[in-house]
């Protein structure tokens, strides 16, 4: 008897969930598993379209009452709800509380704890959530993914330009495309003496927030307060089209990854688009993502443990121009050889961790 596996969320459609999410999907087993979708969401284009296609049941729920969609998912039977929007946007946490399900997850789309004692597993891997310092900050079972909880879709009509930047500019150029929000004066210090520490070199940021003028100017005062003018800056706000977006990478030599947020989507395409990623792993799953990513591909030298450490690693990765270039031209294939972008395995991880939540839901029960 198939289990049917019931699936939360408002970012079916182009979204970075849906980078994510769709690797699992397209490889589900529906031999041993049937899939509902509850969308919660409006929004339709091509990547919602797809997404229907690996689902056997589709209900978009925006607007329905809690009340009401737990109701339905008490009557479709699903046997394990899977949330995947956690406290972001337009979730339907207020449903998971109800418990309309045996066996309630969370994955993917919050990095972090429901909260929810309704909601059973939470599921991560043993870098992101080491085993015994997470288990305490969260409500939920964690369940450690072998291989990585994150598994990447990339775009592979995509061209990497295999030509690092420094070779046509004579200067390094540092980067990082997260959400300026992730950017705290203690990033902006640390960032600024990287720049002091690289004669010449200059850091673009990529930002929605930089489409504001006063933004901007906050920015440069910000550096301009660490010693770092103007003119080693490049502040970039949005691009009318991902294709314009990851084309972006190829102004950045090397990426520098934020914290106490570490970046996931922003890390993925850039090493995607063949530009390593300097992380800065800390005491919480937010701020290890970017050491998860990075082990699974083997850039274990570009994860730091402390500022001082951080500040070292830029800065001799900065001056191995050679290895820039090498990596430039190998890393989208490192990434497609790796559990990174192994759709097919990474649906038997989780395939096999949803057999383990509803056998234990069963023993319990007395089932089996």
Known sequence: MKLKIGYVSPDFHTHSVAYFAEPLLKSHNRDEFELYAYYNNSKSDETNSRLQTYFD??????????????????????????????????????????????????????????????????????????????????????????????????????????????????????????NYVKVTNEVINLWAKILLAVPYSKLLLKSEQFSDQGMRARCLSLFSQQGISADRLILQGMLAKVSEHMAFYAE????????????????????????????????????????????????????????????????????????????????????????????NNFARQIEKAYQFMWQSYCRKDGKI
């Not at 729920?61 to 969609?69: C, E, F, K």
């Not at 997470?134 to 009509?157: A, K, M, V």
């Not at 699974?296 to 001799?316: F, M, N, V």
């Open 57 to 178: 049941h589709w209900q978009n729920v925006a607007g329905m009452p809690d009340d009401a969609l737990a109701d339905k998912i008490y009557a479709d039977q699903i046997d394990i709800l899977v949330d995947l929007a956690g406290h972001s946007a337009n979730n339907r946490l207020g449903v998971l509380a109800q418990k309309p399900a045996p066996v309630q997850a969370t994955w993917l789309g919050y990095p972090n704890t429901s909260g929810l004692s309704t909601v059973d597993y939470r599921i991560t891997d043993a870098i992101a959530d080491p085993q015994g310092e997470s288990d305490r900050l969260n409500t939920e079972h964690l369940i450690r993914l072998e291989n990585g909880f994150l598994c990447y879709q990339g775009d592979q009509n995509l061209p990497v330009f295999e030509e690092i930047p420094y070779d046509r500019n004579g200067y390094i150029t540092f980067g990082s495309f997260n």
């Open 252 to 343: 950045v030599d090397l990426a520098l990854d934020p914290f106490p947020y570490n970046g996931t989507t922003t890390t993925f395409e850039a090493l995607w688009m063949g530009v390593p990623t300097v992380t800065y792993s800390g005491k919480v799953h937010a701020s290890r993502v970017g050491a998860s990513i990075l082990s699974r591909i083997d850039l274990h030298d570009y994860i730091s443990y402390s500022p001082e450490e951080y500040l070292e690693i830029a800065k001799s990765k900065a001056e191995a121009h050679d290895s820039l270039r090498e990596l430039r031209r190998g890393l989208r294939k490192r990434m497609l050889e790796s559990s990174l972008c192994d759709g």
